[in-house]
């Protein structure tokens, strides 16, 4: 098995069972993100113990991609500070804009397999919308406007 089908396989298991897949209520913030590209849809809710998200839930509906990323970060992000949350999401981003031969950054964990996007320009969108949403919910937790996720 190579690694891309290592990647696939973590994007289809991830789909089909997303993690973290609902709402928490009551939530210490919240934001909804939509990428009119594709129409994917979701909302993201967190609780926030001082610095940390200490849980997080996404629901909404969109592709393979968008869902199967969410599922990742939500796993990925749970008992990180805003600091590291920041990091990683950088990371992310790397790894999604970056041209398709060059390394993939390392510390991802799971969240590597969504480097395979960058062979699809047209759906980094989908694999992004979650983080958009992400730093669109801490930014309103510390009272600035919400951010567009478009
Ligand atoms: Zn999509």
């Given at each position: 098995m190579d690694l891309k089908d290592l990647y696939r396989d973590v994007?289809?298991?991830?789909?089909?069972?997303p993690r973290n897949f609902g709402k928490l209520e009551p939530c210490d913030t919240s934001a909804d993100g939509h990428n009119p590209l594709c129409g994917d849809?979701?909302?993201l809710t967190l609780r926030i113990d001082g610095d940390t998200v200490s849980d997080?839930?996404?629901e909404g509906q969109g592709c393979?991609?968008?869902?199967?990323?969410?599922?990742?970060?939500?796993e990925?992000?749970?008992?990180?500070?805003?600091?590291?949350?920041?990091t990683l999401?950088?990371?992310v981003h790397r790894a999604l804009t970056s041209s398709s031969d060059a390394a993939i950054?390392?510390?991802?964990?799971?969240?590597?397999?969504?480097?395979?996007?960058r062979e699809y320009p047209a759906r980094v969108k989908c694999a992004s919308l979650c983080w958009h949403t992400l730093t669109a919910a801490l930014a309103r937790r510390d009272g600035s406007t919400a951010v567009s996720t478009e």
């Open positions: 994007i289809l298991d991830h789909n089909k069972k849809r979701l909302t997080v839930r996404f393979a991609i968008s869902t199967a990323s969410a599922s990742l970060m939500t990925a992000i749970k008992g990180l500070d805003e600091t590291a949350i920041t999401s950088e990371m950054p390392e510390g991802l964990g799971k969240l590597a397999a969504l480097a395979g996007v």
